[in-house]
């Protein structure tokens, strides 16, 4: 196994906190940090106290709820109306396409030389999964992909503060965009996600404008950097562990559980945010009405209170209680999607090439929102 150099990693400070100060303040006044995973799973798991309306913007800049940032019922509303496309019979069926991409993308990697994992597959394969979802147009992509850029990149800043000028224009401009789509489907109807939303009925009458593009919107935030995160955990533990590689192309039915740990062991979505209800006693700490909570995802699963020797990546570990894709009634909407472009990646990579490494193990760090922004890797065919 060769030696794993870290240079940003977080997991040293997360297995502190969970010993020492499992929930806590980093600084008075600041957020409460939940560090174990008894703990995140609690928050997780009641909504109701730890309520996922975050934003302090007032409700005029707000636009529309999304169902991420939105408590029941509005969330109950807004998850019903799209979860039957999100069911695995429905997203089974994007599996041929997805798997034409990939191949696509893969194809053209370069061998034996530093090539930029992230702007060669792993962030455009999501995006351009996400844009198929939505209808957009291959001539579109890569300003769907900017826009979607600019908008995660802010996504604290939309929430809490004052979002950049360039993320505010890229809202706009993609706002303008998928007005004009939107438009376009009520008037010729089309079958992929966004025109079978355009022509929901529900009990109080169609989907409106602004609330279809606020699920656009969140489909970018939710689903694009998430996936990409997915995908460069998987290279970076081809790369720690080389043996999985192997362990895989001999055995693909390993590839399920070798998601799931890919997901445990680099959680892509880090962390999550609430806040408080009301006031509430968390592993014996009380926190105030009103105080922003942050469950430490990557940390609950390293938690050696959950998992056998979480430092160790088991390719067929069993069970995998990981809270990678959340818990309770935000649970990811995607997990079904994540988990087949995770998989055909992998299959992918592994039927092409023998030995996956990190060009510069010190370049990309870990643990953070999504993945890293580039990563170079070497590819060396079977
Ligand atoms: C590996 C990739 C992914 C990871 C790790 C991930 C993780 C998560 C997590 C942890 C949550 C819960 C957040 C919370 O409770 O605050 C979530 C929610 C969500 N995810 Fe994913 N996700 C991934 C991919 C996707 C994809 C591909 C899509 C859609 C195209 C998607 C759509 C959503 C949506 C819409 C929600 C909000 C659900 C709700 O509020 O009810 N995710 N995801």
New binding site residues.
């Given amino acids: 196994m060769s030696e794993v150099v870290t240079p940003v990693d977080p997991y040293a400070g997360y297995e502190a906190l969970r010993n020492h100060a499992p929930v806590t303040q980093l600084e008075a006044g600041g957020p409460w940090q939940v560090s174990r995973h008894a703990d995140v799973h609690q928050v ?1 798991k009641d909504h109701q106290t730890y309520s ?1 309306d975050v934003s302090i913007r007032p409700p005029d800049e707000r636009g529309e709820p999304s ?2 940032f939105s408590d029941p019922p509005v ?1 109950h509303r807004l ?1 019903k109306l799209v979860s039957t496309a999100f069911k695995p019979a429905h997203i089974e069926r994007q599996s041929d396409a997805i798997r034409a991409r990939a191949e696509r993308l893969i194809d053209d990697l370069p061998h034996e030389q530093s090539v930029d994992l992230v702007s060669a597959l792993a962030a455009p394969l ?1 995006v351009m999964v ?1 844009a198929e ?1 939505l209808g957009v147009e291959d001539g579109d992509l890569f300003t769907f992909k900017q826009w979607s850029d600019a908008i995660f990149s802010n996504i604290g800043e939309i929430l809490f503060g004052t979002p950049s000028a360039q993320a505010e224009r890229a809202a706009v401009e993609m706002d303008r965009y998928f007005l004009e789509q939107i438009k376009g489907l009520r008037e010729r109807p089309q079958g992929h996600l966004l025109g079978r939303l355009v022509a929901t009925e529900t009990e109080d009458g169609r989907l409106k404008d602004e609330e279809l593009l606020s699920f656009c919107r ?2 970018l935030i ?2 694009n950097e ?2 990409t ?2 995908i460069t955990a998987s290279a970076r533990i081809f790369h720690e562990f080389p043996q999985t590689l192997d362990l895989i192309r001999s055995n693909t039915a390993l590839i399920p559980t070798f998601i799931e740990e890919a ?1 445990r062991y680099y ?3 880090s962390a ?2 609430r806040r408080t209800s009301k006031e509430v006693t968390l592993a014996g700490v009380v926190i105030p009405e009103g105080d922003l909570v942050i469950p430490l ?1 990557a940390s609950a699963n390293r938690d050696s209170r959950v998992f056998d020797q979480p430092e160790i990546f088991q390719i067929d570990r069993n069970p995998n209680p990981h809270l ?3 818990f309770g ?7 079904h ?2 988990r087949l ?2 998989k055909i990646v992998v299959e992918c990579l592994a039927a092409q090439f023998g030995a996956i490494t990190l060009a510069d193990p010190n370049q990309t760090e870990v643990g953070g929102l999504g993945g890293p922004k580039t990563m170079d890797v070497i590819l060396r065919p079977r």
Avoid at 329 to 335: V, Y
């Fill in positions: 997780l996922s169902m991420l969330h998850r999501p996400i979802m969140l489909l939710a689903g998430t996936t995160g997915l997901l959680s892509p979505f999550t945010v995802i990678a894709l959340g009634i935000h649970f990811c909407l995607g997990a999607l994540a472009e995770g």
